[in-house]
């Protein structure tokens, strides 16, 4: 076991590992109780636009996706909020508009492969450099300082917007301030599980851990142990088994879905028997 530590680009890895592992299901846990689980997914059809961007103009994908991302975060809130499009109707043009944009700019980049796309589609996690992962650690340093600050105000926000705004908070920031998050937080996962598979590490560990807990603090906190566990989980058996890490990541999030299924019907069980006890 201790030989994943003695190469560097494992090092490199489960460091970012980690640093996904923290921030998606922390961010994923606003945007769960929000209803909006498939905003990640959206974000990531945008990034992908940005990453072909930067391709084209020959600049870091990277930031090229960072600001792609946020712009299509804000621009999708904006028309949720003052147009009479629906939230899912606004996330579709996302997912369209996204998707096509990459896939032209993508084209138009002259001397790029397939393969080079590939990375940020499904994920390469193993090929994170020292430089990737500095901005990983600043985009995921931010995150959780801003959920850290805000965090009171937007679990009111995410609860109900009518109450969020009648206690006088400032809905519209509150707002754009969650998609900004989660578009800042796909850029970070992207290397990981790519844009394709990025909102599952956001949402499957929210819903895992939402069988097992009754209140949002303890929803959050076992969302974080469960994308931790996913991503490094995933990750190490990655490299011993030789299959594509983000998938691993995935399936193993999800694995953990399944079982939480039966484990949640059981406390659920035991505490409505031990509620019905005290009654008698």
């Known amino acids: 076991m201790i030989e994943i530590f003695t190469r560097d680009f494992m090092r ?7 640093l996904v592992g923290l921030t998606a299901p922390a961010v994923g846990t606003f945007i769960v109780q929000r209803r909006l689980a498939l905003l990640g997914d959206g974000i990531g059809h945008v990034a992908l636009t940005g990453v072909a961007l930067g391709f084209l103009t020959r600049t870091q994908p990277v930031y090229m996706a960072v600001v792609v991302a946020i712009l299509g975060a804000v621009a999708i809130e904006l028309v949720r909020a003052r147009g009479r499009t ?31 796309l590939n990375v940020y589609l499904f994920g390469s996690i193993t090929s994170v450099q020292g430089a990737d992962l500095a901005v990983m650690a600043v985009l995921a340093v931010f995150v959780l300082g801003v959920l850290a600050m805000y965090g009171r105000e937007l679990f009111v926000l995410c609860q109900d917007e009518e109450v969020a705004r009648a206690s006088g908070l400032p809905v519209r920031f ?25 909102s599952a590490l956001m949402v499957v560990p929210v819903a895992t851990s939402q069988q097992l807990t009754r209140s949002f603090r303890g929803t959050m906190a076992l969302s974080v142990v469960l994308g931790l566990a996913a991503t490094l989980g995933g990750l ?20 953990g879905f399944v079982l939480a299924l039966g484990l949640g019907r059981f406390v659920r069980r035991g505490s409505w028997e031990t509620g019905k006890g005290r009654a008698a």
Not at 236 to 253: E, F, H, Q
């Open 12 to 18: 490199f890895a489960l460091i970012a590992a980690f």
């Open 86 to 116: 629906g939230g899912d109707v606004a996330l579709a043009l996302l997912f369209y508009g996204g998707l096509a944009g990459g896939a032209l700019l993508i084209y138009l980049a002259p001397g790029e492969s397939t393969a080079s």
């Open 174 to 198: 509150l707002s754009l301030l969650i998609a900004v998050v989660a578009a800042l937080t796909v850029v970070v996962a992207m290397r990981a599980v790519g844009l394709l598979l990025v």
């Open 236 to 255: 190490t058996t990655s490299y011993y088994v030789n299959v594509p890490s983000g998938s691993a990541i995935v399936l193993l999030s999800l694995a």
